[in-house]
């Protein structure tokens, strides 16, 4: 007898898919509260979300081999409609053993097998807007701060096919924000395209803090192509010391001095710096304005504080100067796979490892962070992350007032860390508050210009369920939420955040680094 003839086959088959049917039901029945709550039209979507996830509690691969020789679905594609396809299922086995259906199991969903990916679609569209013609995913371009002040870039950027344009609430402020979307929506008038406005709002902020010791530097040079060409040189904007002079237009960076350097200046002349590797670069003065100079620079300058300049002219030096006043950045600790770093709580802690003079080194190099109270949940074995994952490390032992940390990873040649870059624990279980004080003052700033926010580093449903608690109370249920998942915590919390999320759509998942 043929498997697909067998009785006693299709007996068990049917039992066990009716076995799977009752239990995603009694699944979903259990969390009726949570299915109730989702936004109108979303409660189907939170139903299958229940089904889904209980089916996929069980092993089914017995029962998808035996779906297989049967020449049936094996359920393999069913996670946009679960009980439909169960349902399906059923029915063909009732047909092909002559089993009568249970009482009370009729379809329960509409059949279909377009339906999950019409659903998606139009989710996706209320998010994220209509799809771009023929271009299948959408472009999200974060903001630097120049776009606040730069004329060409988002219009140039909407032209190239920019659909969202996302602000980092980490950088910049409010005042800047309000120029990028104000040139934004102009774009918008003069070019017929939409564009939505995503707000990203930091989140509890760990980061690095302050490195101390060692000289600092300004460094600033041309833009270059892959090849090493100038693309455009760095501008730089020469102004006196004791009564600086803003730059005129937007420059790469400003130079004050003292002495007779200005005064005695001419379009044309060069002005030669003292590098911090003892070679001479030069800077163009190239134009006259508002008490000071634009001049241009074609080499990459690396240069301190005191250092001196000459202006020469035609082959002769016929003006001296110092400069003063000059901001400077801190030098980055640099780190290599196998390195120790010492991660304080104090975020003033930070400093280079000390070497001896054989190059050994006695003291780790150490970096303090801001966030202090995030000690109390880091254990050793825990993996941490730095500058968006650009650096990784292992915590070996936390004494509550630093960790010992192992470097694991970096890019070839290793890597620089500086100030203010962030630090994530994708495997701490962080007892913090999803939305700081700052985040409270930027979702204002979001309710009125923007069209989404994404709310980073989330843990837990009750993270969702807060933002929407504030967002409500700011009269701002027409954002579009993006919740972002970066750590383990999140992750094993992913079904909860789902079905929270469905309460107040639109709402998108990005699963990060």
Same mark, same amino acid.
């Given at each position: 007898? @043929? &498997? %697909?003839? !067998?009785? $006693? =086959?299709?007996?068990? *088959?049917? +039992? ?23 936004g ?30 049967l ?74 701060? @120049? &776009? %606040?002040? !730069?004329? $060409? =870039?988002?219009?140039? *950027?909407? +032209? ?93 960076w ?20 003292q ?89 780790a ?33 936390n ?15 290793g ?7 962030g ?70 919390a ?5 079905l ?14």
């Amino acid at each position: 007898m @043929s &498997a %697909a003839a !067998d009785p $006693a =086959l299709l007996e068990r *088959l049917h +039992a066990e898919l009716s076995g799977l049917r009752a239990t995603a039901l009694a699944h979903a029945a259990q969390h009726d509260a949570a299915v109730n709550a989702a936004g109108d039209g979303y409660q189907a979507s939170a139903a299958n979300l229940l089904h889904y996830l209980c089916l996929r509690r069980h092993d089914l691969r017995p029962l998808q081999e035996t779906l297989v020789e049967l020449g049936l679905s094996s359920l393999g594609r069913s996670e946009a409609q679960v009980m439909a396809a169960l349902d399906t299922l059923l029915g063909v086995v009732e047909r092909l053993g002559q089993i009568a259906a249970a009482p009370g199991a009729a379809p329960t969903v509409p059949r279909g097998h377009l339906r999950g990916q019409q659903l998606l679609d139009a989710h996706t569209a209320a998010l994220l807007g209509p799809p771009p013609g023929t271009r299948g995913v959408r472009i999200m371009v974060t903001m630097p701060g @120049s &776009a %606040a002040h !730069d004329e $060409a =870039l988002i219009p140039a *950027l909407l +032209a190239a096919g920019m659909d969202i344009m996302r602000i980092n609430a980490a950088h910049d402020d409010v005042e800047a924000w309000q120029a990028m979307v104000t040139r934004l929506r102009a774009a918008e008038k003069d070019s017929g395209r939409r564009c939505k406005v995503q707000l990203d709002l930091a989140g509890p902020k760990l980061r690095t803090g302050a490195l101390h010791g060692g000289q600092r530097v300004a460094r600033f040079g041309p833009e270059r192509d892959e090849a090493g060409a100038v693309l455009r040189p760095a501008l730089v904007w020469l102004t006196g010391a004791d009564a600086p002079c803003a730059p005129p237009v937007a420059v790469d960076w400003v130079l004050p001095m003292v002495g007779d350097v200005l005064r005695e200046a001419a379009s044309g002349d060069a002005l030669e710096i003292q590098d911090c590797r003892w070679r001479h670069r030069k800077v163009r003065l190239t134009e006259a304005r508002d008490g000071g100079w634009l001049a241009q620079a074609v080499k990459r300058i690396y240069v301190e504080d005191g250092a001196a300049v000459r202006l020469r002219r035609r082959g002769r030096f016929i003006a001296h100067g110092v400069l003063r006043g000059l901001v400077t950045q801190e030098r980055p600790l640099r780190l290599k796979v196998g390195d120790h770093l010492r991660v304080c709580r104090d975020v003033a802690a930070g400093c280079a490892a000390q070497v001896a003079a054989d190059g050994s080194v006695t003291r780790a190099a150490q970096v303090g962070s801001t966030l202090g109270a995030a000690f109390d949940d880091i254990a050793a074995g825990h993996r941490i992350l730095f500058d968006d994952g650009k650096i990784g490390g292992e915590v070996l032992a936390n004494d509550g007032h630093a960790l010992e940390v192992r470097i694991t990873h970096t890019p070839p040649g290793g890597a620089r860390l500086r100030a203010d870059k962030g630090i994530n624990l994708p495997d701490s279980k962080l007892r913090l508050d999803s939305l700081s004080a700052a985040d409270l003052e930027h979702l204002d700033f979001a309710v009125r210009h923007c069209d989404m926010v994404g709310l980073s580093f989330v843990r837990s449903a009750e993270d969702v369920l807060l933002l929407e608690d504030e967002l409500t109370r700011r009269d701002g249920q027409h954002l579009g939420v993006v919740l972002k998942i970066e750590t383990r915590q999140g992750f094993e919390a992913l079904p909860e955040i789902l079905l929270a999320s469905l309460r107040s759509p639109p709402v998108g998942i990005m699963i990060a680094r």
